[in-house]
């Protein structure tokens, strides 16, 4: 298998700091407020974070800490350094900081005030497929900073550069068809993997019927109007060989007093991977949780846990991603970024027990899934971060995690509805 290229632009070591001649022109509020950035980079949408105001002159950002980060491909390098439409010169990755966050507070609107920016244009070396370090250090910024005698407001940031080939696949076809997956290189598709869907009892000579719960009762179709169970997703290497599977172990039920899988009762999947030690059996590794979240745009969340291999059989919250119902989205495994997002930080896993067989992981782009809404013809498109990827299997056991994810968004749909519109043709 051969990797596409992609880059990691990291911004990180983000501090603050403003000299006492500065605190009139800047105000008081700079001292007692929080301080925000946003991180512009044409073509991506702005992320907005947090800056920490410095006050010792001696006090240095942590070096490693990482505030954003933006993934990019070869298309996206060529848009970015092709001149702008009002402008020749290449795009800039530009960083604007605040006092304040933007929005309200108790119904009264919050007004930002602009301290400063800071810009760094596009350049060849962009392209070139090595580590960089792109700016390191504090930088005057603010409309004082020229002017003589004044000092104005500091910012230290890190932006840095780093490789991070990517394996790219695509399953041809809605997963329900059992649709063949194929590694996408440019333009070129090389099969990989197999899909195989059912939603039919175990026989019990299946290996996963060991964790398998569910009726055999012959009526599936009324059962299926008020729970969604025994699906079952195997992925199978050219030889024909199952390398993952995931399957529903809490089915998909609408929970008391509504027609949905609500959070207080989300339905679950178990993604399994063959047992290295005990031939013909397998294997836990993951859990994925999933509900629907009813609002002005519903959305459906797939919440991932790692299964520890230790005794004690513990479980390592990895992803928590909230889909458009409607219109679909990205389910991303990425430590960096749901780490800021997360109300609750979600740990980095760092042994190869939490990635069983996949490596050390020191954060970073794990995964990504881009999946339809509901409804609609779903072919997932998933990435895979080389680092997490020494064979065949290792990419195997995300494709079964891709398949549950988009077999989620089905899953969670109302149940009235889908009964309503049989009633209809019924008449």
């Excluded at 598709?189 to 026989?203: E, G, L, N």
């Excluded at 949780?289 to 959305?299: F, L, M, V």
């Excluded at 960096?336 to 027990?353: C, E, L, N, V, Y």
Aim: proline share 7%; aromatic share 8%; net charge positive.
């Amino acid at each position: 298998m051969d990797p596409q290229a992609f880059i990691r632009l990291s911004i990180g070591s983000l501090g603050l700091r403003i000299p006492g001649a500065a605190y009139n022109s800047v105000g008081i509020r700079a001292l007692s407020s929080p301080c925000s950035c946003e991180i512009r980079l044409r073509g991506f949408p702005v992320q907005t974070t947090s800056v920490p105001l410095i006050t010792s002159v001696e006090a240095t950002p942590d070096s490693h800490s990482i505030a954003s980060s933006f993934y990019l491909e070869e298309s996206d390098l060529k848009a970015l350094l092709a001149p702008g439409c009002f402008h020749g010169t290449h795009a800039s990755l530009e960083i604007v900081v605040f006092t304040g966050w933007k929005g309200s507070h108790c119904g009264v609107s919050i007004k930002r005030q602009q301290i400063g920016s800071f810009k760094l244009e596009v350049g060849p070396e962009w392209c070139e497929g090595r580590p960089i370090i792109l700016f390191n250090g504090w930088i005057g910024i603010g409309k004082n900073k020229q002017e003589s005698g004044k000092s104005g407001p500091e910012l230290h940031l890190r932006v840095k550069l780093d490789p991070d080939p990517r394996y790219v696949f695509q399953f041809e076809d809605v997963t329900r068809l059992s649709p063949q997956i194929v590694q996408l290189q440019g333009s070129i598709k090389q099969p990989i993997f197999s899909c195989k869907f059912s939603r039919d009892r175990v026989p019990q000579v299946d290996p996963l019927s060991t964790y398998w719960s569910g009726s055999t009762d012959s009526s599936d179709q009324e059962m299926e109007r008020r729970e969604r169970k025994g699906w079952k997703v195997k992925i199978h290497d050219l030889s024909g060989s199952a390398v993952a599977a995931a399957f529903i172990t809490t089915p998909f039920v609408p929970s008391t007093g509504c027609d949905w899988v609500a959070r207080s009762n989300p339905g679950a999947w178990l993604i399994v991977r063959p047992d290295v030690c005990r031939p013909e059996s397998w294997q836990p590794w993951g859990k994925l949780e999933a509900w629907r979240e009813r609002g002005i745009r519903d959305s459906v969340c797939c919440r991932f846990r790692l299964i520890s291999d230790d005794q004690e059989g513990g479980e390592l919250l990895i992803s928590e991603i909230f889909i458009n119902a409607e219109k679909g989205g990205e389910f991303f495994i990425d430590t960096d970024r749901q780490m800021r997002a997360a109300a609750t930080p979600i740990p980095s896993p760092q042994s190869s027990g939490d990635f069983a067989a996949l490596g050390p992981v020191v954060g970073g782009f794990v995964m990504k899934c881009r999946v339809q809404g509901e409804g609609k013809r779903s072919k997932p498109l998933v990435q895979l971060a080389l680092r997490h990827v020494t064979c065949v299997e290792d990419a195997a056991i995300f494709m079964a995690l891709a398949a549950a994810v988009d077999l989620s968004i089905e899953a969670c749909r109302p149940f009235r509805r889908k009964i309503m519109r049989r009633t209809r043709h019924s008449l």
